[in-house]
């Protein structure tokens, strides 16, 4: 069983940053390929970026790529994204996943645990 938090949502003008957070309960964190998905309101769930166990292969969706960049450190049980460059449609909750089959996915239901999200807002 992994529990997994997120932090570091808020508010933010277009064109700034922000870095998020998601950290994770148990020893196993580094057995777990991890990604960010977002949802804004009356849209469905979609893939941002995912990362590899060891954080050697990163993939991102065309929609990101540029701007957002996704690292974990094993050490902290921890994966970030950091999002620069943000624009008033990056608005959505995001969520952090992991993933118990050992290769990047893109799709909601490839992974197993979810946390509960947190809202970043972009003010254009």
């Known amino acids: 069983q992994v529990q997994l938090v997120e932090s570091g949502g808020g508010l933010v003008q277009a064109g700034g940053s922000l870095r998020l957070s998601c950290a994770a309960s148990?020893?196993?964190?580094?057995?777990?390929?991890m990604g960010w998905f977002r949802q804004a309101p009356g849209k469905e769930r979609e893939f941002a970026a995912a990362?590899?166990?060891?954080?050697?292969?990163?993939y991102y969706a065309d929609s990101v790529k540029g701007r957002f960049t996704i690292s974990r450190d094993n050490a902290k049980n921890t994966v970030y994204l950091q999002m620069n460059s943000l624009k008033p449609e990056d608005t959505a909750v995001y969520y952090c996943?992991?993933?118990?089959?050992?290769?990047?996915?893109?799709?909601?239901?490839?992974?197993?645990?979810w946390g509960q999200g947190t809202q970043v807002t972009v003010s254009s």
């Open positions: 990362i590899s166990r060891s954080g050697g292969s990163t």
């Open positions: 148990g020893r196993t964190f580094s057995s777990y390929p």
């Open positions: 996943a992991a993933r118990t089959t050992d290769v990047i996915a893109t799709m909601p239901d490839e992974y197993d645990y």
